[in-house]
């Protein structure tokens, strides 16, 4: 039985459960491994699940700290944990050795006994031989135990010549320890000329030793291997060359923007020599640069010499030694480097998916998969319809011959799903899309067609579902529980919610996130679910509402503390705020105390929803409304929001339409008036609660941007002298 690993929100709790799942997808169970912290990463043997926390600053230490746990795979008791006294990303089991790999910001390695998980060995900070070290650079010794890891374990920034892994580590079918590295630009020592190295490693835990095992250095910049195929032999490189199609006619100002077509190709590279087998083409991609000081003809002619140049190496594997032609300087050389890294930005965005016996492995680009086996025999391109527009289909329908795109093709590229993982299984494969998963058949995979638009009825489609109130419920702290439904249980039970608020709201918290669940009777319910079985009951929670938000708002502003949103951009409490904007007609003190007390970098459904529902709703048709009109348009730009409406950015004393209404029914001096009031009570206010920068910041910002708006008509001047006395 195979089990999937998947880190899930829930709410405001983001990457804090682990849901194991047996092959079937049925879950086998549900983890929250850590109170105050999230997942950041996990990782299993054949009987045990790891999991680790992201790290945190411990202040008695004076040191980052991370959480290791150690769960039994079949029922989920907790086997052991402890507390590592160091920064960490990834960890990653290595059964051949039973080992755990530890890394962090890819330059410092712990291997921990799997099983104890004590310390066997922490590395020093990885240098390319090949290029000069710094001469005054300190000294780290390795280290066997815990107690000797110094709290700054590497140099920061990095020094010229440090290595990177790139990716987990990883052991081949002999149990040999692997890393793909990169380096930072430093001097070749034997020719004193900059750049990058990239290659592999290669540790000896027992003995603490590790090798490099370099492919290329380049001035250019080494592109490193990356995705290892599961029996440690093989791994790519994109393409150091460029190989340009014709011109791209792509939708938009070709006096703008010059679209060609890159034939993208991958290098599938030997690990056990470190040489290529062989280029592989995988895909073609629209690649775009915008015309800067020249014409479109001259942008176009520059990237064909510099793609040229790429091809002129005697080594087909590797980037050429000589400079690009007409560099003269070595301005010229970096411009060329970045022509080059701009133009095949879309790169990035390949992932590969090997099968598990290391013969065949899946390319998914774009929004398109291929198979392809590792003697370089290819399957078609494969577009699932149901992530295509109608437009797309026809676009892929018409495609030339001899390549993989069509003409005005740029949609389909920037419309792709995210692939979060693959599982090869008997007939096919399994593609992880967040929120569904595709199982395409083996057939499919292996025709003969270059593409293939793949219906529903084609494939095996599976949902999958987020965390449900009532799976994590238990994990929850802060449950609040209503005896029924009626209307005296839900007042008690609101009342009881206010209270806690006042009394002990961090109970409710957890590593920064508060996720609201109720109990009535037997049944679970989040806030969302919660509010909207209130109204489908038309139980009357106004005023209880109302005590809610304000005890919400007075434990904040004593506690001097801030809340983001979930998925949505909901805060806490913020589907009780929309609905008392929506229930009644005098709650302009909850919206105004509610919006200003909130993170608004990371809140805004109780700007945009509650208090906007809420102005829509009734107009500005009292004073309240008029100031509370007027802090909307001021929250967006202390919220660091910026509204763009075809490329420009509009003013948000427009956008809000608050200064429309206001020529036409206020007098200017009224206007300035609750303006300057509006100032004067957000420079009250603490800094805690103003996403970038401080309130008098935002005041100023705001000011200037209205006086921006203001004319030469009578009032506009009026109302300019106003806000100046």
Known sequence: MQHALVIKDFGQHSMQFVDVLNDDGSRRFLLRPFLTSSVRSVSRSKTQLFCMSASKYASKEKGESTELAVYDLVEGKELRRVSL????????????????????????????????????????????????????????????????????PFPYPAPPGCAYVDGSVFEDVDGT?????????????????????????SFDVQNREHAFHPIEFSPWGAKPLFGPSPDGRFAFRYSPQCDMGPLHDAPGDSDKMVWMIDHHHLDLWSLTDQSPVRRIHVSDIPVVRYVRNETPKETEEYLREVTSWTNQGKDQYRHPSQKPRNAESFKDVISAGFALNELREAQHKTKVFWESDSQAFWVVIRNSMRRIKVNGTKGPLLFPSRYLSNEDVDLLEARPGGTNIGLKETGVVARHPHTRSFRATENGGKFDFYNEVLEIPRTLAESDESTKILQDDMISITAVSPLDVTDVAHLLPGLIRVESWGQEDIDAGLERLAGSLRSDLLGFSSDGGISFVFQVGASFFDEKQFIAEVNKKGIQIVESTKTVIDAWCDALLALNLTFGGNSEGAGPLAYFLEFLSHADDSCSDQLRRYCVFRDGEHESYSRDRALKGYLDRLSFTRADLWQLGILYALLFGRDGRTMVLDGKVVSNWIHTGILESARSELKPKEFAHMIKSEFAYLERLPDTFAAFGSHPDAIKAAKQDLLGQLGWSLWDRRLSAGLSD
């Open 177 to 201: 320890v692997w890393g793909l590295i990169a380096s930072s630009f430093g001097d070749k020592r034997t020719h004193e000329i900059l750049g990058t190295s990239a290659g592999m490693i």
């Open 85 to 152: 006294p160091f920064q960490a990303y990834t960890v990653t089991h290595l059964p051949l050795n039973g080992i755990l790999a530890i890394q962090f910001m890819d330059r410092i390695l712990h291997f921990l006994d799997a099983e104890t998980l004590n310390l066997l060995w922490t590395t020093a900070p990885l240098y390319v031989p090949e290029l000069s070290k710094p001469k005054d650079q300190q000294e780290y010794a390795e280290v066997v135990s815990y107690s000797e890891i110094p709290s700054q």
